[in-house]
């Protein structure tokens, strides 16, 4: 139990770090996210929600996996530039790893509107960045995908979704 709370506040520090780091500067060194992302694929190994076994973390994991490396492919295709980063691909495969793959669909629809939302209110969140030597607009995403990985697994541990939908 100890090792859970430690696990979850040490998730959640590297989480608020990474937030403040890519809203700051819309980059964010590779270990903090690596840890992240591993962080939270053990913790849903270790500590499985209701109704999941650890195996279901590694297969959210690696649906997480590909999701994100289909939506680099796509974002490099449709605009010429690698815009969806590492940090991206890896954030997914986390929140896949801490979720589970039954509630990853779920998770992505709120990533999704998460990250509309930050285009929305694209005043204070949006930028002109050079990527590739292109200069684009460009949001933080990282933020949606922590924050939703975060409220769904709240909603999880609460009992309010159910972590194998067919159970």
Known sequence: MVLQYVLLATILLLAIFIVAEDFRKLEIAAIPVLMLSLLMIAHGYLFPLSGLAPHHALAGAAVGLAMGTMARGYTHLRTGVAAFGGADIALI????????????????FLAALSGAALILASPIFLRRHDIDGKTLDVAPFCPA???????????????????????
């Open 145 to 167: 995908l922590i924050l939703s990985a975060g409220l769904i697994f709240a909603l999880a541990e609460a009992g309010v979704l159910a972590g194998n939908i067919f159970a």
């Open 93 to 108: 495969a986390g929140a896949g790893g801490l979720v589970g793959p039954f509630l990853f669909g779920p998770w992505l």
